[in-house]
């Protein structure tokens, strides 16, 4: 299986890029970026979706660190 980087997954272009992604059978693995305001909203139904389970993955960070 094929894997992506996405650094700032939950904007609009890196959330458009992972459902392209997960649609053409890759294990996708985004960046969230730390901030004061936890806002996912745009990757909530590929987070929720359990056939995805395995296919996607998250983590919170920041590339300057």
Do not use: P
Not at 5 to 11: R, V
Not at 14 to 35: D, N, P, Q, T, W
Not at 39 to 65: A, E, K, P
Request: no cysteine; hydrophobic share 35%; proline share 0%.
């Amino acid at each position: 299986m094929k894997k992506a980087l996405i650094t700032g997954i939950t904007g609009q272009d890196g959330s458009y890029l992972a459902e392209l992604l997960l649609k053409k059978g890759y294990e996708v693995h985004g960046i969230i970026r730390r901030s004061s305001s936890f806002n996912t909203g745009r990757i909530n139904h590929i987070i929720n979706d359990d056939r995805l389970r395995d296919q996607f993955f998250f983590y919170h960070g920041d590339v300057t660190d």
